[in-house]
């Protein structure tokens, strides 16, 4: 894989401040907050099935993931002039491989000694799909219906929203390449976040469109699908792009901001369940609502009155937010007794 580098060089004035190399991002603490917030109501859905709507802690991610990857990318061009696809790649496979192997390695083992010749099977087929990060397809073309499972669920069903990042992941900067690219040869490279901007949006609403479609027709494909939770990343990577923009917000009602949108993740938490329409357009609460949360931090030069997500715990929680629920164990447990199947 070749570096691609396209676009003209930034000036000093314009380049970021930021971590050690190309594309590091600054780790802010509200956002380690909301993931660990995230992670908490995903692991309590897992395993206490409450409260009804906790699976919207994978639609908080999706926000949160777009954004950090956007800016990540954005923040390389403006101190570079480019960016390395090859370096994204590789500060992506250090960050995702290890946990994910090893933990599909783990649960190929365990599904050994745990299940059943069939289901052993079926955990090594899954691992795969997921190993390649294409699970969420695999259980979409299964009819795998996530909230009704009529059999056991599969050990590594939770790696589908993984699966949907990552290819994302792979479109997204040739997206952001090209557009450079097209502005510069254009001789109007100053215009190139407009136009990125401009296209995100439209992306996001072609995948909304799609998602209400497929929600309704379809919900069992739509909950997996790449295509109907495209606009769930593109939000994030939305406030990303028009990041400049928060700078204007007035320090003093920020924190408004950020509980306006912390009271409407709270209020997705118990206003959604099984039966609601999803991802569109009961998904748009959660969203919204987390890209309100991350607005509200972003251009601040502090995080002030949100101290249930700036906390020493929240942030360290926020630090493993990728490992936690990637490793969690209860669909082992939920498995054991159909041990002969």
């Given at each position: 894989?070749?570096?691609?580098?396209?676009?003209?060089?930034?000036?000093?004035?314009?380049?970021?401040?930021?971590?050690?190399?190309?594309?590091?991002?600054?780790?802010?603490?509200?956002?380690?907050?909301?993931?660990?917030?995230?992670?908490?109501?995903?692991?309590?859905?897992?395993?206490?099935?409450?409260?009804?709507?906790?699976?919207?802690?994978?639609?908080?991610?999706?926000?949160?993931?777009?954004?950090?990857?956007?800016?990540?990318?954005?923040?390389?061009?403006?101190?570079?002039?480019?960016?390395?696809?090859?370096?994204?790649?590789?500060?992506?496979?250090?960050?995702?491989?290890?946990?994910?192997?090893?933990?599909?390695?783990?649960?190929?083992?365990?599904?050994?000694?745990?299940?059943?010749?069939?289901?052993?099977?079926?955990?090594?087929?899954?691992?795969?799909?997921?190993?390649?990060?294409?699970?969420?397809?695999?259980?979409?073309?299964?009819?795998?219906?996530?909230?009704?499972?009529?059999?056991?669920?599969?050990?590594?069903?939770?790696?589908?929203?993984?699966?949907?990042?990552?290819?994302?992941?792979?479109?997204?900067?040739?997206?952001?390449?090209?557009?450079?690219?097209?502005?510069?040869?254009?001789?109007?490279?100053?215009?190139?976040?407009?136009?990125?901007?401009?296209?995100?949006?439209?992306?996001?609403?072609?995948?909304?469109?799609?998602?209400?479609?497929?929600?309704?027709?379809?919900?069992?494909?739509?909950?997996?699908?790449?295509?109907?939770?495209?606009?769930?990343?593109?939000?994030?990577?939305?406030?990303?792009?028009?990041?400049?923009?928060?700078?204007?917000?007035?320090?003093?009602?920020?924190?408004?901001?950020?509980?306006?949108?912390?009271?409407?993740?709270?209020?997705?938490?118990?206003?959604?369940?099984?039966?609601?329409?999803?991802?569109?357009?009961?998904?748009?609460?959660?969203?919204?609502?987390?890209?309100?949360?991350?607005?509200?931090?972003?251009?601040?030069?502090?995080?002030?009155?949100?101290?249930?997500?700036?906390?020493?715990?929240?942030?360290?929680?926020?630090?493993?937010?990728?490992?936690?629920?990637?490793?969690?164990?209860?669909?082992?447990?939920?498995?054991?007794?159909?041990?002969?199947a």
């Amino acid at each position: 894989m070749t570096t691609m580098k396209i676009g003209s060089r930034a000036p000093k004035s314009a380049r970021a401040k930021t971590g050690k190399g190309p594309g590091r991002t600054r780790l802010r603490p509200d956002i380690q907050g909301l993931r660990a917030f995230a992670v908490i109501v995903v692991i309590s859905d897992h395993l206490l099935r409450w409260p009804s709507g906790g699976f919207i802690g994978v639609d908080i991610f999706l926000v949160t993931s777009g954004f950090v990857i956007t800016a990540s990318l954005l923040r390389e061009h403006d101190k570079t002039g480019h960016i390395s696809f090859t370096g994204f790649c590789k500060r992506r496979i250090k960050r995702i491989m290890p946990a994910s192997t090893l933990t599909l390695t783990a649960t190929v083992i365990a599904a050994y000694f745990l299940f059943g010749p069939g289901r052993f099977l079926s955990t090594v087929s899954d691992s795969l799909w997921a190993l390649f990060f294409s699970a969420n397809w695999h259980f979409a073309a299964a009819g795998t219906d996530y909230f009704q499972a009529a059999g056991p669920v599969s050990p590594v069903q939770h790696f589908w929203s993984l699966s949907v990042e990552e290819q994302f992941y792979f479109v997204w900067p040739w997206l952001l390449l090209g557009i450079f690219a097209l502005m510069a040869k254009a001789g109007r490279a100053g215009s190139s976040k407009t136009v990125a901007g401009v296209c995100v949006f439209l992306v996001c609403a072609a995948s909304f469109s799609w998602a209400m479609h497929e929600s309704a027709t379809a919900p069992t494909t739509a909950y997996f699908s790449t295509f109907t939770r495209t606009w769930e990343l593109g939000v994030g990577a939305l406030l990303a792009v028009l990041a400049p923009l928060a700078l204007r917000i007035p320090s003093g009602i920020r924190p408004f901001l950020a509980w306006v949108g912390i009271a409407g993740m709270v209020a997705s938490l118990f206003l959604i369940s099984n039966s609601s329409v999803f991802p569109a357009p009961s998904g748009v609460l959660p969203v919204i609502s987390a890209a309100l949360f991350i607005l509200a931090g972003t251009g601040a030069s502090e995080h002030r009155g949100i101290t249930p997500f700036t906390n020493p715990a929240s942030r360290y929680l926020g630090d493993i937010s990728y490992s936690v629920p990637l490793a969690f164990p209860c669909d082992y447990l939920r498995g054991i007794p159909v041990s002969g199947a």
